[in-house]
T-cell receptor, first 113, second 110 residues
Framework: DVKVTQSSRYLVKRTGEKVFLECVQD?????MFWYRQDPGLGLRLIYF???????EKGDIPEGYSVSREKKERFSLILESASTNQTSMYLC????????????FGPGTRLLVL | RKEVEQDPGPFNVPEGATVAFNCTYS??????FFWYRQDCRKEPKLLMS???SGNEDGRFTAQLNRASQYISLLIRDSKLSDSATYLC???????????FGAGTRLFVKA
């Protein structure tokens, strides 16, 4: 079974803090993704990566950055957390081409006060 | 207009009922289509891919209508365990662009 893990299930941070969310997958997948999920808006892609050290902006990259130094690990960084970044953050990974299934981690529910 | 639109529901149906969800997409270059299921406070998981000729997996049937740009999911003989949010997912050709619908909530009651 594919396993995607995320560093925290719940996180509470203060406005202006730097926040790191980590994601690890154990299936040697090339592609990794970070989404946020908000009620009524569905999942929105923040960034994705199709190879080590490669990254592409998704639909809502502002206020976020990412790092992929190793194939199995994809980190999402909130440089200076703001209250509008309170959300559920979901990491996913997939193998190969666009028709391949994405496997999701359990999510991190982030509250920014 | 959203790129992928779903009726948010909720759909409240009794056990044993048949229920259908539709999803419309705006980009005619869309290439791949999926239904994911998301249980409350859990991550989305693939339910089934949607093929041009339509496909069935047990009680679940998925259809694609490219001319009208919509996909559908039919659930027959609903079970309590089918209660979840169903996400329509569309992928565009030529890249990694994946669009998730906001989801349709289903409640199956005894």
């Amino acid at each position: 079974d594919v396993k995607v893990t995320q560093s925290s299930r719940y996180l509470v941070k203060r406005t202006g803090e730097k926040v790191f969310l980590e994601c690890v997958q154990d299936m040697d997948h090339e592609n990794m993704f970070w989404y946020r999920q908000d009620p009524g808006l569905g999942l929105r892609l923040i960034y994705f990566s199709y190879d080590v050290k490669m990254k592409e902006k998704g639909d809502i990259p502002e206020g976020y950055s990412v790092s992929r130094e190793k194939k199995e690990r994809f980190s999402l960084i909130l440089e200076s957390a703001s209250t509008n970044q309170t959300s559920m953050y979901l990491c996913a990974s997939s193998w190969g081409q666009i028709q391949e299934t994405q496997y999701f981690g359990p999510g991190t529910r982030l509250l920014v006060l | 207009r959203k790129e992928v639109e779903q009726d948010p529901g909720p759909f409240n149906v009794p056990e044993g009922a048949t229920v259908a969800f539709n999803c419309t997409y705006s980009n005619s270059a869309s290439q791949s289509f999926f239904w994911y299921r998301q249980d409350c406070r859990k991550e989305p998981k693939l339910l089934m891919s949607v093929y041009s000729s339509g496909n069935e997996d047990g009680r679940f049937t998925a259809q694609l209508n490219r001319a009208s740009q919509y996909i559908s999911l039919l659930i027959r003989d609903s079970k309590l365990s089918d209660s979840a949010t169903y996400l329509c997912v569309v992928k565009w050709s030529g890249g990694f662009k994946t669009i998730f619908g906001a989801g349709t909530r289903l409640f199956v009651k005894a």
